[in-house]
């Protein structure tokens, strides 16, 4: 069994003697480089928010062990290889996609290439467009419904749409959601400070709390909030009123410093407002 041979395998671990060879040093660096991007591609996929519920499955497994909790056990033992395979169904879409992305990509490049991390994840000017264009829509009461992307990627919706892939600015916004007009119809999807897809499907939320005064429209924008960690704004095209969407929850009638406030959420500039004001400032003036 799966768990007598990691038991046997703990004990004897202590009684070895390791002789360290040039293989074992390039099989350590292999296995380290595929550690790292299976941790990269679960952080940009809905993986990232089953983590929690596995990481405490996990810790019960191995308390179980420590106390020689039999029953339970037997329970892991024989449902093990289920979860396993339920786990590939429910991530198959992940799993395929992440294959595909391996072909795509060349080897070597992937292994002395890495992720660079940045700060700042869009520009001011960017949020300064977006609460631009969704009051003047909401003035004449054009609806729209725009996704902001966080850690998390949106791919499999983006490719639900029609590829853009253009600068933000609020007249770009407001012509893509214009009545009439190809493009108007679903959600665009925004990656930085670029608009990459519009016409993208999102997922309903079945959450029975939201009004039942509010559309399809909001309910998309609960919906993706609840299985990404994006960030929604949605106009609505009965009142003009707009409202965001963050963590499964819905914040209505926000006014422009509102929807500011809510923005800045996930602009990441915090830390680097703070590093400079530290650098050139000195202490603040609320800081002890």
Not at 34 to 57: D, E, N, P
Not at 61 to 84: C, N, Q
Not at 95 to 106: Q, V
Request: aromatic share 8%.
């Amino acid at each position: 069994m799966i768990l007598e041979r990691f038991r046997s395998f703990l004990e004897t671990l202590s009684l070895r003697s390791f002789n360290i060879r040039w293989q074992d040093i390039v099989e350590v660096i292999i296995i380290s480089f595929l550690l790292y991007q299976i941790m990269a591609w679960i952080k940009h996929t809905k993986v990232w928010l089953l983590m929690k519920g596995i990481i405490i499955i996990i810790a019960f497994i191995v308390l179980a062990l420590l106390f020689k909790m039999h029953t339970i056990i037997w329970i892991v033992e024989h449902v093990l290889s289920l979860a396993v395979t339920a786990v590939i169904v429910i991530l198959q879409p992940e799993l395929r996609h992440a294959l595909e992305e391996l072909g795509r990509k060349s080897f070597v490049t992937n292994l002395i290439t890495f992720e660079k991390a940045t700060d700042e994840r869009f520009s001011d000017k960017t949020v300064n467009d977006l609460v631009k264009a969704s009051f003047e829509m909401g003035k004449v009461k054009t609806g729209a419904l725009m996704v902001i992307e966080q850690n998390v990627l949106l791919t499999e919706y983006e490719r639900t749409g029609i590829e853009v892939d253009g600068l933000i600015s609020s007249q770009l916004l407001i012509n893509i959601f214009e009545h009439n007009t190809p493009l108007h119809d679903g959600a665009v999807i925004i990656r930085g400070n670029r608009v990459v897809s519009a016409t993208c499907y999102l997922p309903l939320s079945d959450n029975m709390e939201i009004s039942k005064e509010l559309g399809t429209r909001h309910r998309a924008g609960v919906g993706i909030s609840e299985v990404t960690d994006a960030l929604t704004i949605i106009v609505s095209e009965e009142t003009g009123h707009v409202s965001v969407t963050y963590e499964g929850k819905l914040y209505r009638n926000l006014d422009a410093n509102g929807l500011r406030e809510k923005i800045g959420m996930i602009q990441n500039k915090e830390v680097e407002d703070n590093k400079k004001r530290r650098l050139w400032k000195g202490r603040a003036k609320d800081e002890k």
